[in-house]
C-alpha cells in the first residue's frame, strides 16, 4: 500500500483506490491524482470542502473520543465560534467549557 498517498483533507494514511479515485474511509475525502495542486492551498476546509472563517458555527460528523479524557464529543454537537490555528487541518473551539482542537474533516459548516 506504499503508492497511494495520504489523505490531503485529514493527513490519514488509511486511504485506497477505488479505480477511479483515492477515498479516505475516515473523513470520506474522495479526490484524484491530479488534485494534489489543488490540495496545497493554506485554506482551512471542512469535510465537504467548504472554507471555513473565524467564528463559524459547524457541525461534528462523527463520534469523537477526547485524548486523555473520558468524554466523547457525539455526532451531530454544533460548535459555535471556531478559531482557526495556524495548522490549516485543525481549529480551536470550545466545548462543554472545555477548550479542544479539532480535525476539520471530522466537521461540517
Known amino acids: 500500500m506504499g503508492d ?4 490531503p483533507a485529514c493527513s490519514m494514511e488509511n486511504t485506497y483506490f477505488d479505480g ?3 477515498i479516505c474511509p475516515d ?3 474522495e479526490w484524484t491524482g491530479e488534485a494534489k495542486a489543488e ?3 493554506m485554506t482551512p476546509r471542512d469535510s465537504n470542502g ?9 457541525t461534528v460528523i462523527k463520534d469523537l ?6 468524554m466523547v464529543i457525539k455526532r451531530g454537537t454544533k460548535v459555535r465560534s471556531i478559531r482557526l490555528t ?3 487541518t485543525e481549529v480551536d473551539c470550545k466545548i462543554d467549557g472545555s477548550s479542544i ?3 476539520t474533516c471530522f466537521l461540517k459548516k
Open 4 to 7: 497511494t498517498p495520504n489523505c
Open 20 to 22: 477511479t479515485m483515492f
Open 27 to 29: 473523513c470520506f475525502h
Open 39 to 41: 490540495s496545497d492551498d
Open 50 to 58: 467548504a472554507e471555513l472563517q473565524d467564528g463559524d458555527a459547524v
Open 65 to 70: 473520543k477526547v485524548k486523555g479524557s473520558s
Open 86 to 88: 495556524e495548522e490549516p
Open 101 to 103: 482542537v479539532l480535525k
